[in-house]
């Protein structure tokens, strides 16, 4: 038994903590040696703790991690120097970042290279192993520069699972490598695989030019969710190649699954987490559910939505096939990314291979908990910023991506999410990155956090709009706070900022961001309580036909404003979850894309499709730039229930001249006088919508109630 313990807490300053319980010695002295020359530690402070005194000591050198130290004091008891939180200081960190791009396993047919960064490891091993989790084979790892180890294997390597064995402060621990491209049956082992064995031909030529953000209308749903429902046509029901299934039929035929969404129009596909994640055994085949923000591999696909989660080439390839038959149909894929917590701290491979660096840690050195699952990865670190830019552009490289969705945004820090911008903006700028940019309890300075507040610090990264959300259907967390589209009034004044991107409408009202290519607007996603959910609550007192009204007043406000309009899969058919406000792991009758309840409201879709349609065609409401809105944008003064706003100035951007849209959340209709008596076309009105026009109206318009009209002047012909 040590009668004490001694902590590398910088380079050269060592914590050494004594028991009270020993005997006292008058005038500790202490030495640290590294097997052949023992020098001094200087004393610089003591502090009493509750069961220990606390020293802290200056070493005459800076300690070299590659080497082995011992602690005595002058009456011959020692110790093993332990590394401490020298891994959480600005020193550490530029002292063993490593900038090379060939961490993990590199495959060739007549060598891999395997590397992993540990610098705080005193051995590592590389194990391989039978399928049957029997150790195979196990070679010593070399420490090389930057406190990366490396084995090169001149063998044929591919189909070997693999582990790390890493022993730091003296225990060892197995870990999957972070850089694993491949994962077993449930992320047990990595495999080294020949990745030219999963290539899809992309089909990236069918993609629609995107000229920046707000061209783009989002629409998210779950792999699973999209295909599982026992009516949706699909054969590969739950799974990645159900993306890739034509012609499929629900209820009275129905368009259901890739054809609906081609029908539908929309031009992003966002799909919540499908890297490998936790919670779901993959040996079970429809046993489980999850959303999938518990990551595990950080870089390899999910095996429950492959045809076979034991082959590791088989997920791979069907994501690839899952990404580019979107692409073939001019869709758009946008990957939800979890970089702001592990699954679970204790099992994570970041903190096998080096333990305290890659999260953060309050003050009293307790894991921060701002994301609510008991972690916080510190990206500010160079080596886990590194890491997450690695992974993102990984798979913009290899499987094709699109665009980014970061969960809970507000955890990492600015810098990183700048860092990752220009790295994707190298490859192509027209990737989109979004996030979710709430104001979290982790220990960032507030100026340093990727949040909503700092978005003008983030040009080109957007940001999902809470205000948005709540202003025009009411709270999300107070089920019988009403919104905008479902009567209240009380907060009306904030639409004349959130019509115009939320950007500054007026120096009395402050904008939320500087352009409006920073502002996803949405009214519902997987999280929380669908709005039809949300309605039958909050407006319980109503009839179905009344609420069905104002969902789609709130589609329409969310497909006309300035911004990025994002839609939850289903919303445009009054999608439910029966009551349930987190289904992150419950059956699949709550969360499924109910085909069935699409055929029953069949009928309400066009309208939607037109709302789109119309957006995708007119320029007018996809402005980039704030400059442009402060141009084109004027708030419309109209009476109670009524809101909208005159786009104007058009004739060099957009095929109408002039553009009035006026939302109506009243029961009754109301009659407005227009801004002039020349003619205008109908566009929109009540429940009917055709972008070459409806009719036509002079002097006054009609607004139905709980509806959305669109008006429009045609360029003047020369």
């Given at each position: 038994m040590n009668w004490f313990e001694a902590y590398l807490d910088e380079m050269d300053v060592v914590t050494i903590l004594l028991s009270k319980t020993n005997p006292p010695i008058y005038e500790r002295q202490f030495y640290i040696s590294d097997g052949t020359v023992k020098q001094p530690l200087t004393i610089i402070s003591q502090q009493e703790l509750i069961g220990e005194l606390k020293y802290t000591c200056k070493s005459p050198f800076e300690i070299d991690l590659a080497k082995k130290y011992m602690v005595c004091d002058q009456i011959g008891n020692e110790t093993d120097l332990l590394i401490g939180s020298v891994i959480r200081t600005e020193k550490f960190d530029k002292k063993f970042f490593y900038d090379g791009n060939d961490l993990g396993a590199t495959y060739t047919k007549e060598k891999t290279i395997f590397k992993v960064w540990a610098p705080t490891a005193s051995d590592v091993l590389l194990v391989f192993y039978e399928q049957s989790g029997n150790i195979k084979q196990t070679y010593e790892m070399v420490r090389?520069?930057?406190?990366?180890?490396?084995?090169?294997?001149?063998?044929d390597c591919e189909g070997f699972y693999y582990r790390y064995h890493v022993c730091v402060n003296n225990v060892w621990r197995e870990a999957v490598d972070p850089y694993a491209r491949a994962v077993s049956v449930n992320g047990e082992?990595?495999?080294?695989?020949?990745?030219?064995?999963?290539?899809?031909?992309k089909q990236s030529k069918h993609l629609p030019p995107i000229s920046g953000p707000t061209d783009a209308i989002i629409y998210e749903t779950h792999i699973r969710d999209f295909s599982v429902h026992p009516e949706s046509g699909v054969k590969n029901k739950g799974k990645y190649?159900?993306?890739?299934?034509?012609?499929?039929?629900?209820?009275?035929?129905?368009k259901t699954c890739?054809?609906?969404?081609?029908?539908?129009?929309v031009t992003h596909l966002e799909l919540l987490p499908f890297n490998d994640f936790g919670g779901i055994d993959e040996t079970k085949e429809n046993g489980e559910y999850n959303w999938g923000y518990n990551p595990l591999h950080y870089n390899v696909p999910e095996g429950s939505y492959a045809t076979d989660p034991y082959d590791p080439y088989v997920r791979i390839r069907e994501t690839k096939e899952m990404i580019e038959a979107l692409h073939r149909k001019g869709i758009r894929v946008i990957m939800d990314v979890v970089y702001n917590h592990v699954y679970i701290r204790e099992q994570s491979n970041f903190r096998k291979i080096v333990p305290g660096y890659y999260f953060r840690y309050t003050e009293y050195g307790f894991p921060s908990n701002g994301t609510g699952v008991g972690n916080d990865i510190a990206s500010e670190r160079l080596m886990v910023r590194k890491f997450i830019i690695d992974s993102v552009i990984y798979w913009i490289k290899e499987y094709n991506v699109d665009g980014f969705r970061f969960d809970l945004m507000g955890i990492l820090d600015i810098t990183t999410m700048n860092a990752i911008r220009q790295a994707v903006d190298e490859i192509d700028p027209s990737i989109i990155i979004i996030g979710e940019g709430w104001n979290l309890n982790t220990p960032l300075l507030e100026e340093e956090k990727a949040t909503i507040m700092n978005a003008a610090k983030m040009p080109r990264i957007a940001h999902f709009n809470d205000v948005f959300r709540d202003t025009v259907k009411g709270s999300t967390f107070h089920l019988l706070e009403r919104g905008y589209i479902s009567g209240n009034l009380k907060y009306k004044h904030k639409l004349k900022m959130l019509f115009a991107g939320s950007i500054s409408v007026t120096k009395k009202m402050k904008g939320m961001f500087p352009s409006p290519s920073q502002t996803v607007n949405y009214v519902e996603c997987h999280d929380n309580h669908t709005l039809w959910d949300k309605l039958a609550v909050s407006n319980a007192d109503e009839s179905v036909e009344i609420r069905k009204k104002r969902q789609y007043l709130a589609i329409a406000i969310v497909l006309l404003s300035q911004g990025i309009p994002f839609l939850h899969s289903g919303i445009e058919f009054f999608r439910t979850k029966y009551g349930e406000g987190n289904s992150y792991n419950k059956p699949d009758y709550i969360n499924q894309l109910d085909w069935a309840r699409k055929n029953m409201f069949e009928d309400f879709i066009p309208y939607i499709k037109t709302l789109i349609a119309i957006r995708k065609a007119h320029p007018a409401f996809r402005l980039k730039t704030r400059e442009e809105i402060e141009r084109h944008y004027r708030w419309l003064m109209l009476p109670t229930n009524l809101a909208g706003f005159f786009l104007y100035d058009l004739e060099e951007i957009d095929p109408w001249r002039e553009i009035i849209v006026i939302f109506n959340n009243g029961l009754k209709e109301k009659e407005w006088q227009l801004p002039s008596n020349e003619l205008w076309n109908i566009a929109v009105q009540g429940d009917q919508a055709d972008e070459n026009g409806l009719g036509q109206v002079s002097q006054k318009v009609l607004i139905p109630p709980l509806s959305t009209v669109i008006l429009f002047k045609d360029r003047e012909k020369k």
């Amino acid at each position: 038994m040590n009668w004490f313990e001694a902590y590398l807490d910088e380079m050269d300053v060592v914590t050494i903590l004594l028991s009270k319980t020993n005997p006292p010695i008058y005038e500790r002295q202490f030495y640290i040696s590294d097997g052949t020359v023992k020098q001094p530690l200087t004393i610089i402070s003591q502090q009493e703790l509750i069961g220990e005194l606390k020293y802290t000591c200056k070493s005459p050198f800076e300690i070299d991690l590659a080497k082995k130290y011992m602690v005595c004091d002058q009456i011959g008891n020692e110790t093993d120097l332990l590394i401490g939180s020298v891994i959480r200081t600005e020193k550490f960190d530029k002292k063993f970042f490593y900038d090379g791009n060939d961490l993990g396993a590199t495959y060739t047919k007549e060598k891999t290279i395997f590397k992993v960064w540990a610098p705080t490891a005193s051995d590592v091993l590389l194990v391989f192993y039978e399928q049957s989790g029997n150790i195979k084979q196990t070679y010593e790892m070399v420490r090389t520069a930057k406190g990366v180890w490396s084995f090169d294997l001149s063998d044929d390597c591919e189909g070997f699972y693999y582990r790390y064995h890493v022993c730091v402060n003296n225990v060892w621990r197995e870990a999957v490598d972070p850089y694993a491209r491949a994962v077993s049956v449930n992320g047990e082992y990595g495999i080294v695989i020949d990745l030219k064995k999963t290539e899809v031909p992309k089909q990236s030529k069918h993609l629609p030019p995107i000229s920046g953000p707000t061209d783009a209308i989002i629409y998210e749903t779950h792999i699973r969710d999209f295909s599982v429902h026992p009516e949706s046509g699909v054969k590969n029901k739950g799974k990645y190649i159900a993306f890739c299934e034509e012609n499929t039929k629900g209820p009275n035929d129905c368009k259901t699954c890739l054809d609906y969404i081609v029908d539908l129009g929309v031009t992003h596909l966002e799909l919540l987490p499908f890297n490998d994640f936790g919670g779901i055994d993959e040996t079970k085949e429809n046993g489980e559910y999850n959303w999938g923000y518990n990551p595990l591999h950080y870089n390899v696909p999910e095996g429950s939505y492959a045809t076979d989660p034991y082959d590791p080439y088989v997920r791979i390839r069907e994501t690839k096939e899952m990404i580019e038959a979107l692409h073939r149909k001019g869709i758009r894929v946008i990957m939800d990314v979890v970089y702001n917590h592990v699954y679970i701290r204790e099992q994570s491979n970041f903190r096998k291979i080096v333990p305290g660096y890659y999260f953060r840690y309050t003050e009293y050195g307790f894991p921060s908990n701002g994301t609510g699952v008991g972690n916080d990865i510190a990206s500010e670190r160079l080596m886990v910023r590194k890491f997450i830019i690695d992974s993102v552009i990984y798979w913009i490289k290899e499987y094709n991506v699109d665009g980014f969705r970061f969960d809970l945004m507000g955890i990492l820090d600015i810098t990183t999410m700048n860092a990752i911008r220009q790295a994707v903006d190298e490859i192509d700028p027209s990737i989109i990155i979004i996030g979710e940019g709430w104001n979290l309890n982790t220990p960032l300075l507030e100026e340093e956090k990727a949040t909503i507040m700092n978005a003008a610090k983030m040009p080109r990264i957007a940001h999902f709009n809470d205000v948005f959300r709540d202003t025009v259907k009411g709270s999300t967390f107070h089920l019988l706070e009403r919104g905008y589209i479902s009567g209240n009034l009380k907060y009306k004044h904030k639409l004349k900022m959130l019509f115009a991107g939320s950007i500054s409408v007026t120096k009395k009202m402050k904008g939320m961001f500087p352009s409006p290519s920073q502002t996803v607007n949405y009214v519902e996603c997987h999280d929380n309580h669908t709005l039809w959910d949300k309605l039958a609550v909050s407006n319980a007192d109503e009839s179905v036909e009344i609420r069905k009204k104002r969902q789609y007043l709130a589609i329409a406000i969310v497909l006309l404003s300035q911004g990025i309009p994002f839609l939850h899969s289903g919303i445009e058919f009054f999608r439910t979850k029966y009551g349930e406000g987190n289904s992150y792991n419950k059956p699949d009758y709550i969360n499924q894309l109910d085909w069935a309840r699409k055929n029953m409201f069949e009928d309400f879709i066009p309208y939607i499709k037109t709302l789109i349609a119309i957006r995708k065609a007119h320029p007018a409401f996809r402005l980039k730039t704030r400059e442009e809105i402060e141009r084109h944008y004027r708030w419309l003064m109209l009476p109670t229930n009524l809101a909208g706003f005159f786009l104007y100035d058009l004739e060099e951007i957009d095929p109408w001249r002039e553009i009035i849209v006026i939302f109506n959340n009243g029961l009754k209709e109301k009659e407005w006088q227009l801004p002039s008596n020349e003619l205008w076309n109908i566009a929109v009105q009540g429940d009917q919508a055709d972008e070459n026009g409806l009719g036509q109206v002079s002097q006054k318009v009609l607004i139905p109630p709980l509806s959305t009209v669109i008006l429009f002047k045609d360029r003047e012909k020369k």
